[in-house]
């Protein structure tokens, strides 16, 4: 299957800083990217579709200046928490489509997610 | 609107016993499905999904789904459990929105 990586697996920052995520598919590219979030014991929450060499369109409740995301090329998509507090704390997890018979039928593949933690 | 249900918390199946993880679901237009494990700190690992075709759909690692449209359902199996598929198992569903929504999750215990 196609393999999605992510970068770094884990940080812990002081609240107030920022921090950048990069999301990287290795064997395949992607015009389409996805950034989710997971706190524990739940399911995923999409918060932002990334499409490359566009603005990326962020879900009801997402605030795009604090959740910075940029697709500047096909295998590459970064998300950047601003002034990050504690409750950004959680899991976030990158996803990248793979393109077969169509949009509706296409398998997205997940990076192994990154860990931060705001002190 | 589209959402999915993963009625039980956790399922738990003796080794080389079969296991089911129950999901059904509600979509706009014609349902895919989707399911995907999840391994401790890590991320989402796809099983397998269903388009078209045939109602039972084989995947990786022995794991296998049957898609009932009249009972808007689809429920992964496997015929002999192992205890390295313990995980949290997420079923999904993407219709007309063409948006990727997630169960709550099922936690599969495998006891040796």
């Known amino acids: 299957g196609a393999v999605v990586s992510q970068h770094p697996s884990r940080v812990i920052c002081k609240s107030g800083t920022s921090v950048k995520i990069e999301c990287r598919s290795l064997?395949?590219?992607?015009?389409?990217m996805f950034w989710y979030r997971q706190f524990p014991k739940q399911s995923l929450m999409l918060m932002a579709t990334?499409?490359?060499?566009?603005?990326?369109?962020?879900e009801q409740g997402v605030e795009k200046d604090k959740f910075l995301i940029n697709h500047a090329s096909l295998t590459l998509s970064t998300l950047t928490v601003t002034s990050a507090h504690p409750e950004d704390s959680s899991f976030y997890i990158c996803?990248?489509?793979?393109?077969?018979?169509?949009?509706?039928?296409?398998?997205?593949?997940f990076g192994p997610g990154t860990r931060l933690t705001v002190l | 609107a589209q959402s999915v249900a993963q009625p039980e918390d956790q399922v738990n199946v003796a080794e080389g016993n079969p296991l089911t993880v129950k999901c059904t679901y509600s979509?706009?237009?014609?349902?895919?499905l989707f399911w995907y494990v999840q391994y401790p700190n890590r991320g989402l690992q796809f099983l397998l999904k269903?388009?078209?075709?045939?109602?039972l759909v084989k995947g990786s690692y022995g794991f296998e789904a049957e898609f009932n449209k009249s009972q808007t359902s689809f429920h992964l199996k496997k015929p002999s459990a192992l205890v390295s598929d313990s995980a949290l198992y997420f079923c999904?569903?993407?219709?007309?929105?063409?948006?990727?929504?997630f169960g709550t999750g099922t936690r599969l215990l495998v006891s040796p």
């Open positions: 979509v706009s237009g014609n349902p895919y």
């Open positions: 999904a569903v993407r219709g007309s929105l063409k948006k990727l929504v």
């Open positions: 996803s990248a489509r793979v393109t077969s018979g169509g949009v509706g039928t296409d398998t997205q593949y």
């Open positions: 064997d395949f590219q992607a015009t389409t």
């Open positions: 269903y388009i078209t075709g045939d109602n």
């Open positions: 990334s499409n490359e060499g566009s603005k990326a369109t962020y």
